[in-house]
């Protein structure tokens, strides 16, 4: 009997690769002509990214796209990149590069496998149905020897699914546990639906967080598809701006990046915008996958009490009702979401370190980490603003 023989690749452009051979292992679930589960490991949604320059050279976000081939045959992918800095990535390692570095070590490069800029969870180890096991296998495997073989500090796969971080554990990588804030849709048939379902007091509070919003003294205006136009994008790159010169210094994303998605994924997206007085004043971008919507981006020009919280959460809490969709991921971090309906949700990431002793002190840190995320989890969800259901006593 003939061996199977799996070949690792590196590709330094998706351009080497023909969109349907990478989606049918990014989204398979999409060949039935709906949408993928999230838009974001798409080929389409990555070579946007490559093809504006948001990553590659003087980025420090490097593509080294991995490929599985079994026999010949394309069984996995993963978005890889070779890292020199901590930034875009919203798992924060930068006290393991400072540790390492003290010690006289060297933490960059690294490798990272992950949707840059992004902090969704989704699928990192990509792989076509029924290759899961051997799949999975090849690409970490191929991952950490390329990491080794290279004399790199590490190797970190973040915001991936639940059952890759079980996965990548049996493999040997060892596993972190964060928190996002996530909304979930109980069937609601509308707003009011949702907040019947919460105290009083947080009723009357988003209520009045939403009145004092839409009484800005403009228009709230949603665009997806063939709505989209070329001056939300101008207005919208005006906002980003902003937001990413206060946050990160300067913006992650290029003005090339918006233009190429306008054309490619026009309806991957709902822009919410605001209008006052003749002009786009702020707004807000999701991304719509199969049963959830992705809270982006956010920025304004003009400061209103509560617009962002219109904008990002109750908006596309409205969405997501109106698209029947499961959830609202609204990105990373923000305990102020909690009030809002947004309860804590664990997030997962997976991470190999080549020096030994580094490593072992990295996984005591692990530990202790995760039993105090799950706790602040429940702690935080028992602080949620939905009624609280009253015991009987017994008789």
């Not at 351009?15 to 949408?35: K, L, M, V």
């Not at 076509?128 to 495997?141: D, I, K, N, Y």
């Not at 190429?260 to 807000?284: H, K, P």
């Not at 309906?341 to 997976?350: A, C, K, N």
Request: charged share 20%; glycine share 10%.
């Amino acid at each position: 009997m003939e061996q199977a023989q799996i070949e690792i690749q590196l590709l330094g452009s998706l351009a080497q690769i023909s969109a349907d051979e990478w989606d049918a292992c990014a989204c398979p679930e999409a060949t039935d002509g709906g949408r993928p589960n999230d838009p974001f490991t798409t080929h389409r949604f990555l070579s946007a990214l490559e093809n504006s320059g948001s990553v590659g050279r003087g980025t420090g976000w490097q593509p080294q796209y991995l490929t599985a081939h079994l026999n010949g045959d394309l069984i996995g992918c993963a978005p890889m990149y070779a890292k020199s800095h901590s930034q875009g990535e919203y798992i924060f390692d930068h006290n393991w590069a400072h540790a390492l570095e003290q010690a006289g070590g060297r933490y960059y490069p690294k490798l990272q496998i992950a949707v840059p800029f992004t902090p969704v969870t989704g699928r990192r180890l990509l792989v076509r149905p029924g290759f899961e096991g051997v799949g999975h296998s090849a690409l970490v495997q191929g991952a950490v020897q390329l990491a080794a073989n290279n004399d790199l500090s590490s190797l970190h796969v973040t915001f991936c699914t639940e059952d890759e971080a079980k996965a990548g554990e049996q493999m040997g990588l060892m596993s972190r546990l964060t928190q996002q804030f996530h909304w979930l849709n109980q069937d609601y048939p509308d707003f009011d639906g949702f907040l019947a379902g919460l105290s009083s007091r947080k009723r009357k509070n988003i209520r009045k967080e939403r009145a004092q919003a839409q009484g800005f003294g403009g228009d709230i205006e949603v665009f997806s598809g063939a709505d989209l136009r070329p001056e939300h994008w101008d207005a919208f790159w005006m906002f980003y701006q902003d937001t990413g010169s206060r946050k990160w210094g300067s913006p992650y994303l290029t003005r090339a990046f918006f233009d190429i998605v306008q054309e490619t994924m026009a309806g991957d997206m709902a822009l919410v915008m605001a209008q006052r007085e003749g002009r786009y004043v702020a707004g807000a971008l999701n991304f719509i996958g199969r049963d959830t919507l992705y809270g982006r981006y956010w920025g304004c020009t003009e400061h209103h009490p509560c617009l962002h919280f219109e904008l990002c959460y109750y908006q596309a809490m409205d969405l997501a009702i109106a698209m029947g969709l499961a959830r609202v991921e609204a990105g990373a971090q923000g305990e102020h979401k909690l009030a809002r309906g947004y309860l804590p949700t664990q997030t997962h990431s997976l991470h190999w370190l080549g020096d030994p002793g580094f490593a072992d002190a990295v996984a005591r840190y692990l530990d202790a980490e995760r039993v105090a995320i799950e706790e602040e989890i429940e702690i935080l969800t028992d602080y949620g603003p939905f009624k609280k259901l009253k015991v009987e006593e017994q008789q």
